[in-house]
């Protein structure tokens, strides 16, 4: 096997079998036949497991959290060491290295397959005043017979995420606002994401909430999937979400309903489609000047 | 409407649509339109004020109905100047966005690069790794930043009203923070000069005495705003009690920045939720009570003094900071080499090309690599909001891993303020519409994008 499989998996390892395992008796250690052939067997152990959580899996066997692999200092580096399984939500995969497709793959990494890994849902305690806030929401939650409207908490970089049931959107709003321990008075807008590789739950709704009373920012983040691209309308709770919903609905199509006038604010009004989803290319217009063209960015060779 | 036996007046023409009969007006004579309007008097009239219209600040169209000279409906039309930064940001590289983004609110640049490099930054976990010199040199920049666009604020909006002279002095003045701008980031808009990990370039020589000489200046060249504003009846009469807006009408619509502090409540996130290092300055949050236009004159006015002091005291910090890094020390974010001065100007350090081409394979590789494919930021998102002259400006950015943002959404203040329109203008006079968007001061390019 090549040295490179600590890396990642690599596409063709699970046909590789233990032929490869013999290859590597004449290159490599015997440290590292003892790993591959370990790995082999656990991947045929796990064939009914999700592709993408044995990728993570394989991904934490490869960079050495295991007992075996010493590791130089830099390495070690908390950066450098992957998340543990279940805090990281995985959407799609990064393939080879440089973002190149189309031409030969000289580089030798065009095979590494990564997952892409957002942050997932934390577990208690959330440090700081974050719990303060997950309490009175989960309390004033409970009283109501909504406990199943908070979906999970994710804590990263010092900000708490509070992902909400769609349908529940404008309850949970009502409350953050009115709720004497809540208090969040202030909202700073709805920016849509789309995630294509999100099956289910492509387009993310995400609100940032500000308390002045007690000086707190929360982001509240709701789904829909492409199929149902319907999201309750906020501007009854936040008159400001007015245009901001609108402008979501130009950028990602999301539909919210109940808005007072859902129309377009930023494209003309007979524009087609949605421009800031991924699938809408950026340009897609050659821009011609004394015989040269330049074409869009994302047909441009790229390194990424 | 002319006919066959007038002669059409080119400056006023009319023609009929699916909606009615429709006018182009461009000043001069009203006399056809009022011929015009006669069969169908009763009517309400719908008045386009721009998009082109020199009062509207740029490209906005106000869509305003009126009975006689009062308005009854105000909205507003957006979207002339969209120009898709934040799709194009997500087709280049983390350090490449702050040259887009620098380009959305062309009157503050420096807030929507920092906003921008925080949040990076944030997702980066680099927060507490920048050196102390680029923080100061960021907070220098943006209260600098602040005092120009409040300047371009005041002297526009005196000049919507006829008060030409402020807005003479207001670009005057403005002409020497630009100056100042030329001179430590080269470009007097658009730097794209504070980046993720601190800021693209050391101050130059000399620059500091630039600064204090600018704020001896400015200190003696304030209190003409103050001696030509402050008491002059007209001026009053035309701000005073125009555009009301109370706190509880901020909150509900979202408004930030001196309109939220023309009601009297002191929040400014350079002191509830301090960034790069702005609780270590003196200076107070300055409000007004009267919820006005008068008041958020007089606010923007007071806060142009507090940057001043803020601006002496950066000045002075740096002059002990000579020499120190303005850059991140982790080699895999920050640039790999800084512009020198050669016989032509500044460009590429001649002493770094040699390095790379002549001695190194892999500095050359890390330059290379760090150049065009940039590093890559860890997932997540983050939101930094900075308080920037128009309210609270903040960039959702967010990563899946990769070298580019895989979503950059700027929260613009312009935006968010500028729906507070129709509820300052409706029931007042055509002629107060233009006081009171003048004191919400949108910039265009930032509401578009």
């Known amino acids: 096997m090549s040295p490179s499989s600590r890396r990642g998996r690599f596409e063709g390892d699970d046909a590789s079998g233990p032929e490869a395992g013999v290859d590597a008796v004449e290159r490599d250690s015997d440290e590292h036949v003892a790993k591959d052939v370990g ?5 045929d152990k796990d064939t009914e497991q999700d592709p993408v959580e044995k990728t993570l899996e394989d991904a934490k066997d490869a960079t050495g959290t295991g007992d075996v692999v010493e590791q130089p200092a830099t390495d070690q580096d908390p950066g450098n060491v992957p998340e543990p399984l279940g805090a990281v939500r995985a959407v799609g995969e990064r393939r080879g290295m440089f973002g190149v497709s189309g031409t030969g793959d000289t580089s030798g990494y065009g095979g590494l397959v990564a997952p892409k890994a957002l942050p997932g849902f934390t577990a208690r305690p959330y440090g700081s005043w974050f719990d303060e806030v997950a309490d009175a929401l989960e309390r004033r939650l409970g009283a109501t017979d909504l406990a199943a409207a908070l979906e999970g908490v994710t804590v990263h970089r010092g900000e708490i995420t509070f992902h909400v049931r769609r349908e529940d959107l404008a309850f949970v ?4 606002r009115d709720d004497e321990d809540l208090r969040f008075e202030f909202c700073a807008g709805v920016s849509g994401v789309h995630y294509p590789e999100d099956r289910g739950r492509e387009l993310h709704a995400v609100y940032h909430l500000l308390s002045m009373t007690y000086n707190r920012r929360i982001r509240v983040e709701v789904t829909a999937p492409d199929a149902d691209p319907r999201i309750p309308s906020t501007v009854s709770i936040y008159p400001t979400n007015d245009w901001h919903e609108r402008e979501t609905w130009d950028m990602f199509g999301i539909v919210f309903e109940g808005h007072p006038a859902m129309t377009r604010i930023l494209m003309p009004d007979d ?19 004394k015989g040269g063209s330049v074409p869009p960015p994302d047909q441009r060779r790229s390194y990424s | ?15 009929d649509t699916s909606q009615g009969r429709v006018f182009t007006v461009t000043g001069q004579d009203w006399d056809s339109i009022t011929e015009g309007l006669e069969e169908s008097a009763e009517d309400r009239v719908v008045v386009n004020m721009g998009p082109q219209h020199p009062s509207t600040h740029g490209v906005l169209r106000l869509i305003l109905e009126l009975e006689g000279e009062t308005v009854t409906e105000a909205r507003c039309g957006i979207g002339y100047l969209h120009t898709g930064i934040e799709k194009n940001m997500e087709y280049r590289t983390w350090v490449q966005g702050v040259t887009f983004c620098t380009r959305m609110d062309y009157l503050s640049p420096f807030f929507n690069e920092a906003t921008y490099s925080l949040g990076v930054e944030r997702l980066l976990d680099i927060e507490d790794q920048i050196p102390e010199k680029a923080q100061v040199m960021r907070v220098l920049l943006m209260e600098l930043n602040r005092i120009s666009s409040h300047l371009v604020c005041i002297a526009t909006g005196g000049m919507e009203i006829g008060a030409l002279t402020v807005m003479t002095i207001g670009f005057r003045e403005r002409e020497l923070v630009l100056d100042l701008f030329e001179l430590i980031t080269g470009l007097r808009m658009n730097h794209a000069f504070i980046r993720p990990g601190g800021v693209a370039q050391d101050l130059p020589p000399g620059a500091l005495d630039e600064i204090r000489d600018f704020v001896a200046l400015m200190k003696k060249r304030l209190p003409e705003y103050a001696d030509l504003c402050n008491a002059n009846p007209i001026f009053r009469r035309r701000l005073e009690d125009i555009g009301h807006l109370d706190l509880s009408g901020c909150l509900a619509l979202g408004l930030s920045g001196p ?3 023309s009601t009297g409540y002191a929040w400014d996130l350079r002191k ?14 300055q409000t007004w009570d009267t919820c006005d236009s008068y008041g958020r004159f007089r606010i923007r006015l007071n806060e142009m003094w507090e940057s001043l002091k803020i601006i002496e005291q950066c000045a002075e910090r740096l002059a002990g900071l000579e020499g120190a890094p303005v850059m991140v020390g982790d080699r895999k974010v920050a640039w790999p080499s800084q512009l020198a001065i050669g016989s032509d100007g500044m460009g590429n350090s001649l002493d770094h090309v040699r390095h790379i081409m002549g001695q190194s394979m892999e500095a050359l590789i890390h330059h290379f690599k760090l150049v065009t494919e940039g590093f890559r930021v860890p997932a997540g998102q983050a939101y930094v909001p900075v308080e920037s002259p128009r309210g609270e400006l903040g960039a959702h950015v967010v990563s899946d891993g990769g070298t580019r943002p895989f979503r950059a959404h700027f929260r613009d203040p312009s935006f968010t303020n500028l729906q507070a329109t129709s509820v300052m203008s409706e029931g007042g006079m055509v002629s107060d519409v233009i006081v009171a968007i003048a004191s919400l001061d949108p910039v265009m390019g930032g509401v578009d994008r």
Do not use: C, N
């Not at chain 2, 006919?3 to 023409?13: E, F, H, S």
């Open chain 2, 272 to 285: 509830t939720q301090p960034y790069s290092g702005y609780e270590d300055y003196d200076f107070e949050v």
């Open chain 2, 259 to 261: 309109v939220l502090r």
């Open chain 1, 173 to 176: 709003a009502q409350m953050l």
């Open chain 2, 1 to 15: 409407m002319s006919t066959d036996t007038t002669p059409q007046d080119v400056y006023a023409t009319g023609g």
């Open chain 1, 39 to 43: 790995k082999d067997v656990k991947e």
């Open chain 1, 271 to 289: 524009w087609p489609g949605h421009p800031q989803r991924k699938e809408y290319p950026l340009g897609g217009i050659p821009v011609e000047y």
